[in-house]
């Protein structure tokens, strides 16, 4: 395959990004498209991603994952002290 297709352009990359930024409906198919493209999305924006296009129905959910990201985040750092 990857000698059939040519090397994904940096443009081609930055366009699905844009898109993916704009998007919420397509946010699976375009996270699909740049791991195709070998640039895969960092885990964390990937959340942030889903958890944005959540509608207010979710809004409990995405405080919770939220919360639980900073304490995450809080115990690493304190562990890296």
């Given at each position: 395959?990857?000698?059939?297709?040519?090397?994904?352009?940096?443009?081609?990359?930055?366009?699905?990004?844009?898109?993916?930024?704009?998007?919420?409906?397509?946010?699976?198919?375009?996270?699909?498209?740049?791991?195709?493209?070998?640039?895969?999305?960092?885990?964390?924006?990937l959340?942030?991603?889903?958890?944005?296009?959540?509608?207010?129905?979710?809004?409990?959910?995405?405080?919770?994952?939220?919360?639980?990201?900073?304490?995450?985040?809080?115990?690493?750092?304190?562990?890296?002290?």
């Amino acid at each position: 395959m990857t000698d059939t297709c040519a090397k994904p352009s940096r443009g081609h990359i930055k366009q699905v990004k844009t898109l993916l930024k704009h998007d919420t409906k397509s946010t699976l198919n375009l996270c699909i498209e740049l791991a195709i493209l070998g640039a895969l999305m960092d885990e964390k924006d990937l959340t942030d991603k889903i958890l944005d296009g959540l509608g207010d129905d979710y809004k409990e959910l995405v405080l919770f994952v939220q919360a639980c990201d900073k304490l995450i985040f809080q115990r690493n750092f304190m562990r890296n002290l």
